[in-house]
């Protein structure tokens, strides 16, 4: 049997999940914590990284640490011996994952579990965060193994976009989503200092404060606008307002519920999340999901400085499939920082200055620097990008090789979302590196969804037609639809015209919807 390992300031909950590890897990675990002291400070973790860093500055990729705690287990990973900047980003990696879900873990013992009242609602989550540390410690003795055996950059693959050992990341990733369940069931009522830390368990460790008072331009009343406006006039409000309208309501949360999605955008690691899908599919509207979470968790946290910015692209509207209309707006958005309604980054302002005084527009090059400005100025930028399928060849081109540009130069933590068709030169100008990928097609529920609700709408002229015709039209809709929105969408404009159901007929045979219209009686 593996040698016990005493809790020491750890909380029972540990001590609970470490008994649950295997042997093997249980031995790694036991001989981490007789290498540290127990008395590790923060500044040695943080020591060990820059350490690390430099070590390998001419090649490793920014990862960044999300949180100070501490943990032996973890310094000695931190320590071990590596070939390869693969190994060393599959140790930061793992790193980044390990401290921000500890940390997570130690705010909600604090609000949650601190005392002696004790409900079906607490144990549960007493229960979640212990498989949530068993997991973490899974997570690192696996990760030690991979290292240990030279096979680091598998270990990485698993991290960023799955592969071998990807069980034990998406096992870490379920643990979490149930952790984070169980606090909604808590319900509790938090004081206003815990409030706080609810509030800003992701925020990022960098205070931007400084930064804000050394960086930002004071304007004039109107001139914000003024300066905004001259940068990019495309109405990207509007279109995000026409797809908010026409999406069916309920529909595209799947995507936000995704371990990908959630593991892409909670991890601090630069990454390129891409949505691929066949015409019909519905992309665009969950890129409106996506711009809608967005917005709207970064008005939640009013003192987490975040910059974001979006972009539908369309066939039909030369503006907006060139690169430097896209980079404009992406540069007038970000240059309105939150909380500073009166303020613009200085850099930005000048660049305005000098292209309304030689009367041009900012180019392409322009941009792309001031983007990089704008992305250290913030501590996490996320970019969302639609339809890019719908530019021509080179500014895809384009596009790709500068937001790849901005994830490795920039200071701060890059989030890229595109949704496109899959085309080859797609997928080859996005390619592996930093890229995790889901499907647009996994929104079968969505198409029910969009159907049922259309069916309630002509409730009143299907007044004739069964209600067992009805939910073989919304069944047969959603399984033959194969994940094309498209495809459902003109099923139904035909069907609806229907009155009767002789006219609805469903061949159980070919498996496609078919119309017979009956002539009126004489």
């Not at 925020?203 to 004071?218: G, I």
């Not at 007929?505 to 219209?517: A, C, N, T």
Request: proline content about 2%; overall charge neutral; glycine content about 6%.
């Amino acid at each position: 049997m593996a040698e016990s390992v005493k809790a020491n300031d750890d909380s029972d909950l540990w001590s609970r999940a470490y008994q649950q590890l295997d042997d093997k897990a249980k031995r790694w675990i036991s001989d981490a914590s007789k290498k540290a002291s127990g008395e590790e400070k923060t500044q040695d973790i943080i020591t060990l990284v820059r350490n690390r860093e430099e070590e390998y500055k001419d090649g490793t990729p920014k990862i960044r640490i999300g949180s100070p705690f501490v943990w032996s287990a973890l310094k000695v990973l931190l320590k071990a011996n590596v070939s390869q900047w693969e190994d060393l980003a599959a140790i930061f990696g793992c790193a980044d994952k390990v401290l921000r879900l500890v940390k997570h873990g130690k705010v909600y013992e604090e609000i949650y579990l601190n005392g002696d009242f004790c409900n079906a609602a607490t144990q549960n989550l007493q229960d979640a965060l212990v498989n949530l540390y068993k997991a973490l410690m899974e997570l690192l003795t696996y990760a030690s193994a991979r290292l240990n055996e030279g096979r680091g950059r598998q270990f990485l693959r698993a991290l960023v976009s799955g592969g071998e050992g990807a069980k034990f990341v998406s096992a870490l990733t379920e643990q979490e989503r149930k952790v984070s369940m169980a606090v909604q069931g808590c319900g509790a009522v938090a004081s206003q200092e815990h409030q706080k830390l609810l509030r800003n368990l992701d925020e990022p460790m960098r205070n931007v404060e400084d930064a804000v008072k050394k960086l930002l331009q004071k304007v004039k009343d109107g001139e914000l606008e003024q300066t905004l406006e001259y940068i990019s006039t495309i109405p990207i409000g509007e279109h995000q307002q026409e797809k908010h309208e026409a999406r069916t309501p309920g529909t595209c949360k799947w995507l936000l519920n995704h371990s990908i999605f959630i593991e892409w955008e909670r991890s601090s690691c630069s990454s390129t999340l891409w949505l691929p899908g066949n015409v019909g599919t519905g992309k665009s509207f969950l890129t409106s999901r996506v711009i809608d979470y967005f917005s709207v968790t970064r008005q939640q946290k009013a003192a987490y400085d975040e910059g974001f910015a979006y972009f539908y692209c369309s066939r039909s509207d030369p503006d907006r499939r060139q690169t430097k209309y896209i980079l404009r707006s992406y540069v007038s958005q970000l240059a309105r920082v939150p909380n500073h309604p009166s303020m613009i980054e200085k850099n930005i302002y000048t660049l305005y200055l000098k292209a309304r005084e030689e009367k041009r527009g900012l180019s392409i090059i322009e941009c792309e620097v001031a983007l990089i400005k704008l992305i250290n100025f913030y501590s996490r930028t996320i970019l969302v990008l639609d339809a890019l399928d719908e530019c021509e060849m080179d500014a895809r081109e384009a596009l790709v090789r500068i937001l790849h540009n901005l994830i490795h130069k920039g200071d701060g933590t890059v989030k890229v979302f595109i949704a496109s068709r899959k085309e080859t030169d797609i997928e080859e100008y996005l390619g592996p590196r930093n890229l995790v990928e889901i499907s647009a097609a996994d929104n079968k529920e969505d198409i029910e969804k969009y159907v049922e609700e259309e069916v309630t709408k002509v409730s009143g002229i299907w007044r004739s037609v069964s209600a067992e015709v009805k939910e073989l039209v919304k069944k047969t809709i959603g399984e033959k639809s194969d994940g094309m929105f498209r495809w459902a969408y003109l099923q139904w404009e035909e069907l609806k015209k229907l009155r009767t159901n002789q006219r609805i007929f469903l061949s159980g045979d070919s498996g496609e919807i078919e119309i017979s219209i009956n002539p009126p009686d004489p």
